[in-house]
Structure formats: C-alpha cells, structure tokens
C-alpha cells in the first residue's frame, strides 16, 4: 500500500516508522526546506517523559510508549525522574499511578527541587528526557522525506492513504477538526551539575500547569502550560518577553542552584482540543492524525502505531 504522510514532526516521523515496520511504502511530505526548521511543535533538544498523569489512560499510553522507545533506540530516553508538585496530595497522580502499578513516593526528597509549603511532592523514577532531535531523525532513517514540498490538498497525491500530520495547519485541510493553535513560549536557564529531574506543578484543577526538563546545553528547560495565545502557523513570531519573565520568576523561586537570568528562549505551537485529547481518525483516504494539544511528544512511537493502523486498514 502506498502512503503518503504530510508533514515531518514528530507524529509524522512515527507514523512513518510504523507504517514501513508494517511493510507500507510510504512517502513523507514536508513543507519547509528541513526536517529541523523551528516552525512548528517538534523542534528542540528535549522533550518531558513521565508516566505521572492523574488519568490513567495517559499513563498507560505512556507506558505503552516507552517500550516504543526502546524499539526504536537505547539512546533516546535519559531517565533523570520527575518531582510533581501539587498543593495538596490528593491532587497528585498518586492514584493513577498505583492503578497502573507505577512506582511513585512521598518520601524521597530532591533538594536541587523547592517545594512551596504545604504543597506536595510525588517523586517518580520513570521519567525525564527524550531526546528529540535525535528521536525524530531515527524515526525518519531510511524514509523517503521530500522537503520544501508544500502539500495544498490530499487530493494531489498520488497515493492509496494520506495521512495528515501536520500540526498548527490541520484546519487548512480539515477545517471542521476542533483544535485551537497557540504559540507557547519556552525558556532556557543555566544550571551546571548533574541532570534535574524533569518537574511538572499540577492546579487546583488538577491540570498541568508548569514545567522543567533537562536540557543538555545550557542545564534547564522550563515553560508553561496553556498560556500563549492564538496564532496563525504560518507568521514567524518569537517567544513573548512576558511569559519569559513569568517562567523565569517561576524558575527562581523552584530552582535554588539555576541561574535565574534566562539564556535563551523560542516559540513553540500547541494544537490542542479542549481536553488535550488527539484526534486520530480516518476519513475515506484520509487519516488525520492531530495531537498533540502540548504534551504529545513523549506518546509519539504508541501514536505512531494507532496512525499506521488506521492507514493500512488493520
């Protein structure tokens, strides 16, 4: 079977994978002149890998992804552990976790990590980093990727399935698909020493609210969650110097060791539906495949599997 895929991030280089794993002859179709331009939701040197989410379905689709992972490569997930941060215990992933039969404690103390008082905090060994440029070209090895090849409709390729992974543009082909676009924002911070556990703070409402990782230049990445605003994908727009400053300050008062003068920061886009669900369906030859509503990367080898599937029929 002949498959196109439209669009070279992340879920597209997954679905790529899984469809050649499953004998699929597949073509990828990307817009800009590289697999590595900053445009869309899959640049960077690492992305957040946890299991801890307060529903259980996103912890077994993590589970199921880390196994996906190791398929693909020993050397593309660093396990540093998280520390989630909520203001009371109740509201932490705790509940998940144990269904799922994760490992989490209360009791082990990171001290490079400040936790507010009263607040709670879950440690959890199976997280940390994915190294994502690093994910997204092993995906790809051996692909046929034609670059700077901007697809205006699926009717214009000749193939027996196309799949539509391509982000912030989704509308552009399916307008009725409900997703909003934004541009997020993401700062970088000095801290020298031995990697930080990646960090997620949950709400009142349970909800991700920010977050940190590794990153293996400059020692920390952190952003937060939900509050860029709307855009349209195809402007060029920098990171807003306000949520740089409302990350940084966010940052001191966490990060005792980091540096809190940030060193760098870039623009990111989210296209999410209300409940930061993914819309993977197949209509006729088509098959959209639109997460990842801001935490998807860590999914990519499991969704990467669902697409193909939907693609070939199975």
């Not at 690492?46 to 199921?64: G, M, N, S």
């Not at 880390?66 to 705790?94: N, R």
């Not at 390729?157 to 997020?184: C, K, M, N, S």
Request: glycine share 10%.
């Amino acid at each position: 079977m002949r498959v196109a895929v439209v669009g070279a991030g992340v879920m597209g280089a997954a679905t790529a994978w899984a469809l050649r794993a499953r004998g699929g002859d597949v073509t990828v179709y990307e817009q800009f002149d590289s697999v590595d331009h900053e445009r869309g939701s899959s640049h960077g040197r690492t992305r957040i890998f946890r299991l801890a989410y307060p529903q259980d379905e996103w912890v077994q689709l993590a589970q199921e992804a880390l196994d996906g992972w190791a398929d693909l490569g020993d050397d593309l997930v660093s396990l540093h552990g998280l520390v989630e941060l909520a203001p009371a215990a109740e509201l932490t992933s705790a509940d998940a976790l144990e269904r799922c039969r994760a490992e989490f404690s209360f009791e082990q103390p990171e001290p490079r990590v400040r936790v507010p008082d009263g607040w709670a905090a879950l440690w959890q060994p199976v997280a940390g980093v994915v190294h994502a440029d690093r994910a997204r070209r092993a995906f790809l090895a051996g692909i046929d990727v034609r670059t700077g090849e901007r697809v205006a409709s699926p009717d214009d390729l000749d193939a027996d399935v196309v799949v539509l992974t391509v982000g912030g543009w989704i509308r552009q082909f399916i307008p009725d698909v409900p997703v909003r676009v934004t541009r997020e924002t993401i700062a970088y911070f000095r801290h020298d020493g031995p990697p930080l556990p990646s960090v997620v703070e949950l709400n009142v409402q349970r909800g991700h609210a920010m977050y940190a990782l590794h990153d293996p230049v400059h020692g920390l990445k952190a952003g937060a969650h939900f509050h860029g605003r709307e855009t349209d994908p195809d402007l060029e727009e920098p990171a807003d110097p306000e949520l740089v400053g409302r990350i940084a300050a966010w940052v001191e008062a966490r990060f005792p060791e980091a540096e809190p003068t940030p060193v760098g920061a870039q623009a990111c886009i989210y296209t999410s539906t209300a409940d930061e669900s993914f819309v993977l369906e197949r209509r006729g030859r088509v098959v959209v495949g639109s997460p990842c509503s801001g935490h998807g990367f860590k999914f990519a080898p499991a969704i990467g599997r669902r697409l193909a599937a939907l693609a070939l029929g199975a």
